[in-house]
């Protein structure tokens, strides 16, 4: 079924989140014992959480399971299956799950400017590998080949609308026409088919259009705009409120996860494959590009920015005129668990951590 976008962008829902966001070194980091800090470790003030992140997993998730780093924390996660009925964010709303990590960042956004009292306290992927495609022989020059284009996109992917807006254009959905499929596949049966002219893939297609003849990838949706924030960290508030020592645990044991899986990316896509029930190509076809980019960080920014760029084009409820977004993003919590990591651990990989130090700075202050 094709969608054109029309008068009614409020009854436009964020679609196919869940699927987009659906060989390196060999050094191997053996997990490490903590080392003793001044810093008083407290208990979580709940053991078992509750989590959701779909049908795409969450590669710092399964590193930091198998590598006992929730352990370490003295947490243990509870998988929540997301389904048709119940998707994540109705999950976290009826209390069916803790924290959800891979339902992008237009759906929790949404989702607060309804009124729904969610807080964003951490993040999965910055950049989720998201391929533009176009028939084969198609050049790209920027963001600027879409205008007066066909582009199979959601235009509530505030990336590509923020992108139309800064190269001047007032109103991004007039600019390019904007055609929305039920899913990816369909999007990229109509670039096949000659009907639209782009189409935007998720992080689950890369090796379905790798292997495609007559489809080009011409850019990343990372390119269209920087640490445009693909998939955030969300709970609802009352959670994170009265349980700081296990979302802080939460964050330094992805924090570590991190590290490791930036270490050795090629055990990593054995153990994503392993978890997601699925082929060692397929998570590489997504996993080794510089467009598959994760971290834990909340990313205060840039989720700032795409607030205003939803708001801008019509994506979010009018309560939003109301809502200070800063109110429902915690960076406190995992800039406390940066700080402890790397008092324990920072002396195995300097410049790791003051890499992440640097991120934060960047994308938070």
Known sequence: MKVRIGLSILALTVMLTM??????????????????T???????????????????????????????????????????????????????????????????????????????????????M???????VARKGTKWNGVQDLIGKKFACNPAYFAFTGAVMDLGYNDPLKAVEWVTYTNYNDALAAVVRGEVDYALMGTGQNY?????????????????????????????????????NTVK?????????????????????TLQAENIKTSKEYVAAYMLNDNYVVSPDPLKNPVIRAWGILD????????????????????????????????QYGSEDPEFYKKLQAFYQENNS
């Not at 590669?59 to 352990?71: C, D, L, N, P, R």
């Not at 495609?212 to 990372?222: H, L, R, S, T, Y």
């Not at 570590?256 to 055990?267: C, G, H, L, V, W």
């Not at 979010?316 to 800063?326: F, G, R, S, V, Y």
Request: charged letters at 20%.
């Open 312 to 343: 801008k084009t019509g994506f979010l409820n009018k309560k939003a005129k109301d809502i200070n977004i800063a109110d429902h993003i915690n960076t406190d919590l995992y800039k406390a668990a940066l700080d402890e990591v790397t008092a």
């Open 126 to 132: 910055v950049d989720g590998s998201m391929p533009i």
């Open 208 to 244: 379905a259009v790798k292997n495609m003849k007559e489809i080009d990838i011409v850019a990343w949706q990372g390119d269209v705009m920087k640490n445009y924030s693909c998939c955030r960290l969300v709970a609802p508030t009352s959670f994170v409120k009265n349980n700081p």
């Open 38 to 124: 001044d810093a008083a470790k407290a208990a979580p003030e709940t053991s078992v959480v509750r989590w959701n992140y779909g049908t795409s997993g969450n590669v710092m998730v399964t590193i930091a399971e198998k590598k006992g780093y929730f352990k370490d924390e003295g947490i243990t996660l509870e998988m929540v299956p997301a389904t048709a009925n119940a998707d994540a964010m109705a999950l976290l709303a009826t209390g069916k799950a803790d924290v959800a990590s891979n339902a992008g960042t237009s759906n929790p956004l949404q989702q607060i400017a309804s009124g729904v009292d969610l807080t964003i306290f951490g993040g999965h």
């Open 249 to 269: 645990g939460i964050m330094k044991a992805l924090i570590r996860a991190q590290r490791y899986y930036e270490a050795n990316k090629n055990e990593a896509i």
């Open 19 to 36: 699927a987009g966001c659906g060989g390196n070194s060999s050094n191997s980091t053996p997990a490490s014992t903590p080392k003793s």
